[in-house]
């Protein structure tokens, strides 16, 4: 109990000093709030452009969501394919690399040629970003069966969709959701950059990334610096999202989850 | 009548790839109701032979015919039990006895029926729902004979099952699966290290010598069935274990 406290109010503390230094050196070097806004006139944007930040958050969650459901599930069954036989893999696991290198700055302007300014493009964009981990991983797990656990299977006369199903699938399941671990660390920031990219906006609000290009234009460095904390508190949200995911489906088993005593 | 072996194999020979030979001249006649154990030095390939009559590798020459199939085609009557439990770790134990079931399409009541009693017989019962990270070495093995047995095999293959436990464990398993087999009987392939656990189980030890691996002798063991604890503390029983030493020493030789 005691040291759950201490370990809740050591990094508030440190919270503390990091303000306080903050308002020191904002004082000591004269800087004007365009250039480093203090703390409370951040809050105070962030509560003037509620409206604005909430609207935008929701934007950029909504490109976020699509874009990792979409290279979490493409990602899948990619890595099935690709998994299934060592000749597909080596065919065409060279230009999925080649995609994975490919600059989101570079596809981004495609994408919008493509798709037009807005959600499509940006969830183009963080499928981009996110997919690659999560079909990396995956297959790396439908490839490292255990042969026993194969054979085995062999013994009960299984057949291939009963080996997918029982023994393919659950094994891999440690992979994919690294990989998927990955892909919803990626998948806010894939967004963000997708809409600060190939963003849109109605009646000047468009998501995140739209809004700091926005903000930033009209020099209103307090609601820039609103607009990257409602960034963090999504990216947080995303990833604590996703390893709740995975710590419910492999708490019970999988050798990294389990307490030994 | 039923003058038909089980269980034959005929000048079977075994080779990987160009490699040498791990098996030369087999011949094996196996009845209906033997318990046979194969022992011999390390690379001996008593568990390549195990895995040829599973047919999970196939001989390089020769025959080997079960109930006047293949082993690919015989695989319904048989089981295999492997080295290490082979336990799928993301299934409860009951799931895990209950997967061979699954798989070949009983339904759900037998199923759950037929778990129950499996898991009833090798005293795991309390078990069924904890995960195989859960369990001892000993009690993953039962789970596993649980598993092997669970679809009323007629010939159970088992690749030294209890090399990994500790000799007590080891003991209480060996007259276990004795038990068992005193109520659901099968036809037993055993690969051991282990000369008392292969006296006591068999009714014929397969001594092989190795490079390549060839039957040296076969030793007949006579004690009948059931067997108990005691039977290891008989004269008899003192007596077989130092002959089927003596014959291993001298494959080693």
């Known amino acids: ?261 | 009548m039923c003058a038909q072996p089980l269980v034959t194999l005929e000048r079977v020979e075994k080779r990987f790839g160009n490699g040498p030979l791990v098996l030369d001249g087999i011949d094996l006649k196996v009845e209906r109701g033997e318990f046979v154990s194969f022992i011999g030095p390390s690379g001996c390939g008593k568990s390549t032979l195990l895995r040829l009559i599973a047919g999970l590798t196939s001989p390089t020459n020769g025959e080997i015919v079960i109930d006047g199939m293949t082993p690919e085609n015989a695989r319904e009557l048989m089981f295999f039990v492997f080295q290490d439990a082979n336990l799928m770790p993301w299934r409860r134990v009951a799931e895990n006895v209950e997967l061979p079931l699954l798989l070949r399409g009983d339904p759900t009541a037998r199923r759950a029926e037929r778990v129950r009693h499996m898991l009833e017989i090798v005293g795991l019962s309390a078990a069924a729902t904890k995960y195989p990270w859960q369990l001892s070495g000993g009690m993953r093995m039962r789970v596993s004979i649980a598993r092997a047995l669970s679809v009323a095999p007629e010939i159970l293959l088992l690749d030294e099952p209890f090399g990994a436990l500790d000799e007590m464990t080891r003991d209480q398993l060996n007259e276990d699966l004795l038990a068992i087999r005193g109520r659901d009987p099968f036809t037993g392939f055993f690969v051991t290290h282990s000369v008392p656990e292969a006296v006591f189980l068999s009714t014929r030890i397969v001594v092989l010598a190795a490079n390549p691996g060839r039957v040296a002798t076969v030793i007949d063991v006579p004690f009948a069935y059931p067997r108990g604890p005691e039977l290891r503390e008989t004269p008899e029983f003192l007596q077989l274990l130092a002959h089927t030493a003596r014959a291993l020493r001298a494959v080693r030789a």
């Open chain 1, 1 to 261: 109990m005691k040291s759950r406290l201490l370990s809740l109010l050591q990094p508030l503390l440190a919270g503390f000093a990091l303000l306080g230094l903050w308002y020191a050196a904002k004082a000591v070097f004269n800087l004007p709030s365009f250039v480093l806004p203090s703390p409370d006139e951040i809050g105070a944007a962030a509560w003037e452009e509620r409206s604005t930040l909430w609207a935008a958050a929701m934007i950029t969650l909504r490109g976020a969501l699509l874009g990792f459901l979409a290279a979490v599930g493409v990602g899948f069954l990619l890595a099935m394919v690709l998994g299934f036989s060592p000749r597909i893999k080596a065919s065409f696991y060279p230009y999925i690399l080649v995609l994975q290198m490919m600059p989101v700055t570079i596809l981004a302007p495609v994408f919008v040629l493509w798709l037009g300014q807005g959600l499509p493009s940006i969830v183009a964009i963080t499928f981009m970003i996110g997919f690659f981990p999560v079909v990396a991983n995956t297959t790396m797990g439908f490839i490292s069966v255990d042969r026993n656990l194969r054979e085995l299977l062999l013994m009960c006369k299984a057949t291939p969709a009963q080996e997918v199903r029982y023994l393919r699938i659950p094994g891999a399941m440690p992979y994919f959701l690294t990989g998927v671990k990955i892909a919803g660390t990626l998948a806010p920031i894939g967004a963000i950059v997708g809409d600060f990219l190939a963003g849109s906006a109605t009646n000047g609000v468009g998501g995140i990334g739209y809004m700091t290009i926005s903000y930033f234009s009209q020099l209103k460095t307090p609601a820039l610096f609103a607009t990257g904390m409602v960034a963090c508190v999504i990216g947080f949200g995303f990833v604590g999202s996703v390893n709740l995911l995975h710590w419910r489906l492999l708490h019970s088993w999988h050798d990294s989850m389990v307490k030994k005593e």
